[in-house]
């Protein structure tokens, strides 16, 4: 099973390529403004969210809209070349790598990190008796991650003594 998605195992500018001729195939013009998109977002591991790819592009890009940034990200979702990752509490976020591979979520500060598990890799589908097809799925595991933890302990009062 591949650990990579099918862009970023190509390498970097492969995968743009690919992901442009797919766009293309799709009727849509490469602009400046959505290369720019595909080249900040292909090959990306920090699973961001549209108005912070947005904020990234547009440092770049003047005139940038938000409206190019969700449609461009909602379009690589329908063409298979990028994944929505469910964030409750926060921006929906999106990911390049569309292989099976499962996230942790911190809930302190918002950040998502792909997680591997071979052991998660291999979960039953539901009875097919349910009705339901499921075409895939992912695991969340939600916390805190190991800076937000760390910040937590820092800010704790230490522990009083008999007598203090």
Avoid: K
């Amino acid at each position: 099973m591949s650990r990579t998605s099918p862009l970023a195992a190509e390498g970097s500018a492969a995968a743009l390529e690919r992901a442009i001729a797919a766009l293309r195939a799709r009727g849509c013009p490469l602009t400046l403004q959505r290369r720019a998109i595909l080249e900040r977002f292909i090959g990306c591991t920090d699973h961001p969210a549209a108005d912070t790819l947005h904020a990234d592009v547009a440092a770049r890009v003047p005139g940038l809209s938000r409206a190019t940034v969700y449609r461009t990200l909602e379009t690589l979702v329908e063409l298979g070349l990028a994944v929505r990752i469910p964030h409750p509490g926060w921006e929906q976020r999106y990911d390049p790598r569309t292989d099976l591979h499962h996230h942790l979520v911190c809930e302190s500060c918002g950040e998502v990190f792909d997680h591997e598990s071979p052991a998660l890799d291999h979960l039953p589908r539901p009875a097919r008796s349910s009705g339901f097809l499921a075409q895939g799925y992912s695991v969340q595991f939600r916390g805190r991650c190991a800076a937000c933890a760390r910040s937590t302990e820092r800010r704790r009062p230490a522990p009083r003594r008999n007598g203090a």
